[in-house]
């Protein structure tokens, strides 16, 4: 018998969960500009999602699917994907949204209900939310595609959860992006739960990015609570992409440390202790550590951060609890060119009932 292929998976990871350097660092490293960048908006990310949840909680927010825990992969992605890139995101990607873009305000009318939110003029070519798990990564071979046959130098980056590996949709993508040499990145956030599905019963395979192998492209696992990590992984994927040498898998290693949404309650089904060790490797903390011991952030600029960033997003907030509802026809508009004659009494019901008084049992 002899052997005719035989494969690796990557890990890498430069900084330790306490903020020590694991190996030499790269060069960019040297200077605080891109690390102090990712640690705030990191830290904007995080004061944002416990906002709106706060929000949520006081009735002024629908059903919110929080980032704690995804920062860094959001942040860092965002940093490094270019204007002319095309972002295929899923629904924990608001943060990556924004550095690409979207408003404060458009970001929460879509989580407070307003479909007009996920389809901004500041999303550009970037597609809105995939609330169906995994149908984004098809759609994303499908951009990846066109801008292959017109030989753009473009990216398209998906992400995604592990429980959406398992899926048809996410095979079905890494199998073709790899038969056509798509520019696109597969980014899996593996943070450990597909709502109350452990990793362990999702998969037998110990790793995620080895599902690349079986699609003959490149596949590998990052920390995705370590920013210097994600940076030399993201910024090789997207430099292959555009230059037309093919897609990447990257399995992020991170962990959910909120609840699924606001609907969910983990404690149900989680054990506390692998919550708290989770916050241990958090990845806030860690480059906070790290630039602390290079003297690069202190209390005096935390504080100020903390402030400013507070003052930014009441403004996005107040800007969003001002906005006049969307007329309730627009349910059925938006989905129509031509209005179906069956749905034109409907329509005029639900312009009826929405009005003051309207009879809501007719
Ligand atoms: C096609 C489809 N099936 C089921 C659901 C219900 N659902 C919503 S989120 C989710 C779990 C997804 O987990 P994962 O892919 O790990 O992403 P995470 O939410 O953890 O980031 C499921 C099953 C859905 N939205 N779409
Ligand atoms: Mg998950």
Known sequence: METIYQAHINLSRFLSADGQALQALPSWTETPETLVRYYRNMVLARQLDNKIIALQRTGQMGTYASLLGAEAIEIVLGDLMQTSDVLVPYYRNHAL?????????????????????????????DFPNAVPIATQALHA???????????????????????????????????????????????????QWAISVPRALQCAAPTLAQKA?????????????????????????????????????IEAISYRLSDHTTADDATRYRRHDELKSAWEREPIKRLQTFLHQQGWWDEEQESAWQTETRQMIQQ???????QSDQPVEQLIDFLYAELPDALKPQRERLIRNAQPGGNHHE
Not at 151 to 174: I, M, N, P
């Open 97 to 125: 949204q924004m550095l690409r873009g979207l408003s404060l305000a458009d970001m929460l009318s879509y989580w407070g209900g307003d479909e007009r939110g996920n389809a901004a003029p500041a999303m550009g070519e």
């Open 141 to 191: 071979t499908g951009v990846a595609t066109a801008i292959k046959i017109r030989g753009e130098k473009r990216a398209v980056v998906t992400v995604c959860g592990d429980g959406a590996t398992s899926k048809g949709d996410f095979l079905e993508a890494l199998n073709i992006a790899g038969v056509w040499q798509l520019p696109v990145i597969f980014m899996v956030n593996n943070n």
């Open 213 to 249: 192998i079986g699609a003959g492209i490149r596949g590998e696992q990052v920390d995705g609570n370590d920013v210097i990590a994600l940076h030399q992984s993201i910024s090789r994927a997207l430099q292959h992409a555009r230059e037309g040498k093919g897609p990447t898998l």
């Open 316 to 322: 996005g907030i107040d800007q969003y609890l001002q």
